[in-house]
C-alpha cells in the first residue's frame, strides 16, 4: 500500500474521461489522451467504464490508474443519488478490468439495492488486498466515515455534486475550504478534486495539504475549454 500511495504523493492526476455522445467517448480516443498526458508529466490516471480502463491500462501498464463507473447515460438528478462505482459487482469489474485503485461514492446516500458501502469496502478489501480504495466525498463527515470504514484515499470529488452542497458548486472553485477540514481530521491522504481549472489552483490545493490534486475538464475536454475561451468573446460578436 505504502508504494502505491507513495506513487500519488504531490502528483498531478489527470482525469480522463468522456461521456455520452461525445466524439472522444471510446476506448482508443481516451487511451490516446491518456497517452498524450502522460507524454506531458502526467504520473497518475483516472478514468471511468472497464473498457476505458483496460484500453489505457493495456498501453500504460506502469502509470498508476484510478477506476471507477459511470452511468451512460447519466441519470437523472445526479445530485439525488449515488452514481460513481454504486455497487460491488461494479467495482469489481473496475478491479478487473485493470484499475489499481477503486474510486466508489462514500457520500450518506442510499446504494442501488440497498447495498451498504460497509460491505462493498470490506468485500473489496478481502477479495483484492493489494488494491487501494478512494473515497469520494462531499463533506466532513462523509470523508470521517469513510476513514472509519478503512478508505486509503479521500477525495473532494463530490463537494458541489449533491443536494446538500449544491451551493458550493456556484462559485466555479474548488472546494479549499473541505479539503483544508479533511486534512486536519483525517488520518489518510486527501486529494482536492472538482473544479480545478488552473495551474494556481493546483499551488493552492498543495499548500493547503492536498497529497494529489485531480484535473480533468480542463485538460482532457476540449469542448469544455473552449466554451471557457468563448465567454472572453465580446457579447455582441457572438454570431
Same mark, same amino acid.
Given at each position: ?35 498524450? @498526458? ?12 472497464? +473498457? ?8 500504460? %501498464? ?10 451512460? %447515460? ?46 462493498? @469496502? ?29 478508505? +486509503? ?12 452542497? @449544491? ?54 475536454? %476540449? ?17
Amino acid at each position: 500500500m505504502t508504494d502505491l500511495l507513495q506513487a500519488l504523493k504531490h502528483q498531478l492526476i489527470v482525469s480522463v474521461q468522456a461521456e455520452g455522445n461525445a466524439p472522444l467517448n471510446t476506448p482508443e480516443h481516451l487511451s490516446a489522451m491518456a497517452q498524450t @498526458v502522460v507524454l506531458g508529466g502526467a504520473r497518475v490516471l483516472r478514468t471511468a467504464q472497464p +473498457d476505458n480502463i483496460r484500453a489505457i491500462k493495456t498501453a500504460l %501498464p506502469h502509470i498508476p490508474l484510478i477506476g471507477l463507473t459511470k452511468p451512460e %447515460p447519466m441519470i437523472e438528478a445526479p445530485n439525488d443519488h449515488v452514481y460513481i462505482t454504486p455497487t460491488l459487482a461494479e467495482a469489481l469489474q473496475v478491479v478487473e478490468a485493470g484499475a489499481d485503485i477503486v474510486a466508489l461514492d462514500a457520500t450518506n446516500r442510499p446504494r442501488p439495492g440497498g447495498e451498504l458501502l460497509a460491505t462493498i @469496502v470490506t468485500e473489496l478489501k478481502q477479495q483484492y488486498p493489494h488494491n487501494r480504495l478512494m473515497a469520494d466525498v462531499a463533506t466532513l463527515d462523509d470523508g470521517l466515515r469513510a476513514a472509519e470504514l478503512g478508505f +486509503d484515499i479521500v477525495g473532494t470529488t463530490l463537494a458541489g455534486y449533491t443536494t446538500d452542497t @449544491v451551493e458550493r458548486a456556484r462559485c466555479g472553485e474548488p472546494d479549499m475550504d473541505l479539503l483544508r477540514a479533511l486534512v486536519a481530521q483525517l488520518p489518510c491522504p486527501v486529494v482536492l478534486e472538482g473544479r480545478v481549472w488552473t495551474p494556481e489552483q493546483v499551488r493552492q490545493g498543495f499548500e493547503a495539504g492536498a497529497w494529489a490534486v485531480v484535473v480533468g475538464s480542463a485538460i482532457t475536454r %476540449p469542448h469544455q475549454i473552449t466554451q471557457r475561451f468563448l465567454t472572453g468573446i465580446p457579447q455582441h460578436s457572438r454570431q
